[in-house]
């Protein structure tokens, strides 16, 4: 064996060793039962680089979510703060543990968001569409203010349908403040309408334990930026109430009774159960919404269905790859043998350089890799049928392997071209399922390259070695 042919052999033994070895984790969790994989989960120990089901394979939740541009920052554009609300939904999403998430912009306004396996659908809701607005306003214990919460006491509402406060009220309203909902019903705060520090310069935010008559609580920490901030406004109001707002809405007012130095504080409610600590926890780590966003569509694909899915998906799968391998090696005999090796090589590859990328498969990502084989199968029967040219001719073997390769190349490369930039295309300008099967068409071309010419040349030459005197084909 000649050097060159050496190395072509630990090249093409390399990959599919490395092939196996990245398709090991994905293989591994697969096995595990539905329960076991539920726990690990939720524990978050699911390993980053594995083959992820979609939606359509595992079943959860579809939403689509529009953002309220009317209640942008006029500074802020609609795509930059479209962008930011996709980053933001991705990190609350990521936090609540829930992998292989497809989210991706529709439209001037849309948000498209995949939950596959989510089992509590609201509870994913709550947290996505929460804008999680924090803010720290000074409350207001003058007079007027006092005239205020009397006057609002004794009427229906102090707000008209439209939200805005009443005439008689607005009229007793100090300048420079704001009315405020609380918690509690028909409770309501006179707030300094500014607010000297708010979430934006939270720096972390956990759920804890232990707080009053043992509830959960949720803790939180600011930056340098906003500790300075938080340090100034405790230390100028002391013996002050301080509102903690979210959402709009009073959590608490507690009396700042000492400067707080360390930008750290609690929120702290009668109604927090572990988990709406927790999922509080996870909106304000994230960030706040740039605008509050509205579910406008939802729907739920179930467990059954999805396992539905994938046995058909794989029935079918199976089913045509065995008929082509058995065709390759009926009407090709030997030559058929190395292109059905070639084959099963370009899947075990693909699914591995998958699984790397940590990509996600879907109905849509399975007819893409069907159709990468459907490609590789044609480069393979372009070979064969080069070399029956040649061999007609009475040319010798070895020639007619080598010139069958040179004269088949030019039609597998423009094939393998023309649809690698439709595969690139239907990724940059698709959404969703179409990116899915652009993702598979594309990686399985790149490798149905690599397989058809590279691996069964190599496969060729070393059987040439051995000096045949004929060709199975």
Same mark, same amino acid.
């Given at each position: 064996?000649?050097?060159?042919?050496?190395?072509?052999?630990?090249?093409?033994?390399?990959?599919?060793?490395?092939?196996?070895?990245?398709?090991?984790?994905?293989?591994?969790?697969?096995?595990?039962?539905?329960?076991?994989?539920?726990?690990?989960?939720?524990?978050?120990?699911?390993?980053?680089?594995?083959?992820?089901?979609?939606?359509?394979?595992?079943?959860?939740?579809?939403?689509?979510?529009e953002?309220d541009?009317?209640?942008?920052?006029?500074?802020e554009?609609?795509?930059?703060?479209?962008n930011?609300?996709?980053?933001?939904?991705?990190n609350?999403?990521?936090?609540?543990?829930?992998?292989?998430?497809?989210?991706?912009?529709?439209?001037?306004r849309?948000?498209?968001?995949?939950?596959?396996?989510?089992?509590?659908?609201?509870?994913?809701?709550?947290?996505?569409?929460?804008?999680?607005?924090?803010?720290?306003?000074?409350?207001?214990?003058?007079?007027?203010?006092?005239?205020?919460?009397?006057?609002?006491?004794?009427?229906?509402?102090?707000?008209?349908?439209?939200?805005?406060?009443?005439?008689?009220?607005?009229?007793?309203?100090?300048?420079?403040?704001?009315?405020?909902?609380?918690?509690?019903?028909?409770?309501?705060y006179?707030?300094?309408?500014?607010?000297?520090?708010?979430?934006?310069?939270?720096?972390?935010?956990?759920?804890?334990?232990?707080?009053?008559?043992?509830?959960?609580?949720?803790?939180?920490?600011?930056?340098?930026?906003?500790?300075? /901030?938080?340090?100034?406004?405790?230390?100028?109001?002391?013996?002050?109430?301080?509102?903690?707002?979210?959402?709009?809405?009073?959590?608490?007012?507690?009396?700042?009774?000492?400067?707080?130095?360390?930008?750290?504080?609690?929120?702290?409610?009668?109604?927090?159960?572990?988990?709406?600590?927790?999922?509080?926890?996870?909106?304000?780590?994230?960030?706040?919404?740039?605008?509050?966003?509205?579910?406008?569509?939802?729907?739920?694909?179930?467990?059954?269905?999805?396992?539905?899915?994938?046995?058909a998906?794989?029935?079918?799968?199976?089913?045509?790859?065995?008929?082509?391998?058995?065709?390759?090696?009926?009407?090709?005999?030997?030559?058929?043998?190395? /292109?059905?090796?070639?084959?099963?090589?370009?899947?075990?590859?693909?699914?591995?350089?998958?699984a790397?990328?940590? /990509?996600?498969?879907?109905?849509?990502?399975?007819?893409?890799?069907?159709?990468?084989?459907?490609m590789?199968?044609?480069?393979?029967?372009?070979?064969?049928?080069?070399?029956?040219?040649?061999?007609?001719?009475?040319?010798?073997i070895?020639?007619?392997?080598?010139?069958?390769?040179?004269?088949?190349?030019s /039609?597998?490369?423009?094939?393998?071209?023309?649809?690698?930039?439709s595969?690139?295309?239907?990724?940059?300008?698709?959404?969703?399922?179409?990116?899915?099967?652009?993702?598979?068409?594309?990686?399985?071309?790149?490798?149905?390259?690599y397989?058809?010419?590279?691996?069964?040349?190599?496969?060729?030459?070393?059987?040439?070695?051995?000096?045949?005197?004929?060709?199975?084909?």
């Amino acid at each position: 064996m000649s050097k060159q042919l050496m190395w072509k052999w630990v090249i093409a033994l390399g990959t599919v060793c490395l092939s196996i070895w990245l398709l090991y984790p994905s293989i591994d969790w697969y096995t595990k039962s539905p329960q076991e994989i539920n726990q690990l989960e939720k524990a978050r120990l699911r390993p980053k680089r594995i083959l992820g089901l979609g939606l359509d394979l595992r079943g959860g939740t579809h939403l689509v979510l529009e953002l309220d541009v009317s209640k942008l920052d006029k500074r802020e554009t609609v795509t930059d703060a479209l962008n930011r609300a996709i980053e933001i939904i991705r990190n609350r999403v990521d936090q609540y543990g829930v992998g292989e998430t497809p989210i991706t912009r529709q439209g001037e306004r849309w948000i498209a968001v995949q939950l596959p396996g989510v089992e509590d659908p609201e509870q994913a809701e709550e947290i996505i569409g929460k804008t999680a607005m924090l803010e720290f306003h000074m409350v207001d214990d003058s007079e007027k203010a006092s005239a205020v919460l009397s006057k609002a006491a004794s009427m229906p509402s102090p707000f008209d349908d439209k939200g805005k406060l009443m005439p008689e009220l607005a009229k007793l309203m100090p300048p420079g403040d704001m009315l405020y909902k609380g918690k509690d019903p028909n409770t309501w705060y006179v707030l300094n309408a500014s607010a000297p520090v708010t979430g934006a310069s939270l720096q972390d935010a956990r759920m804890q334990t232990g707080g009053q008559m043992g509830l959960p609580y949720v803790s939180f920490n600011f930056n340098a930026e906003g500790g300075k /901030a938080f340090d100034k406004l405790t230390a100028n109001n002391i013996h002050r109430n301080m509102a903690i707002v979210l959402d709009g809405v009073v959590q608490s007012a507690p009396v700042i009774n000492s400067r707080i130095p360390n930008g750290s504080g609690i929120i702290e409610g009668g109604d927090f159960t572990l988990d709406t600590a927790k999922n509080l926890a996870i909106v304000l780590r994230a960030g706040a919404l740039p605008a509050p966003v509205n579910i406008i569509e939802k729907r739920t694909v179930g467990p059954g269905l999805g396992e539905d899915s994938i046995k058909a998906g794989l029935r079918a799968a199976i089913i045509g790859y065995i008929l082509v391998l058995a065709f390759m090696l009926f009407y090709y005999r030997g030559a058929g043998f190395i /292109a059905d090796v070639a084959l099963f090589l370009n899947l075990v590859m693909l699914m591995a350089l998958m699984a790397y990328f940590s /990509a996600t498969l879907t109905l849509p990502g399975i007819a893409g890799i069907i159709l990468s084989l459907a490609m590789a199968v044609d480069a393979n029967v372009l070979i064969c049928e080069r070399i029956r040219e040649e061999l007609a001719l009475g040319k010798p073997i070895a020639m007619c392997i080598q010139m069958g390769y040179d004269h088949a190349w030019s /039609a597998i490369v423009d094939c393998h071209i023309t649809t690698l930039i439709s595969g690139v295309f239907l990724f940059q300008f698709g959404s969703g399922a179409v990116k899915g099967f652009a993702v598979t068409l594309t990686l399985g071309l790149i490798i149905s390259l690599y397989t058809s010419v590279f691996v069964t040349r190599a496969i060729y030459e070393f059987w040439l070695t051995s000096n045949p005197k004929e060709i199975s084909i």
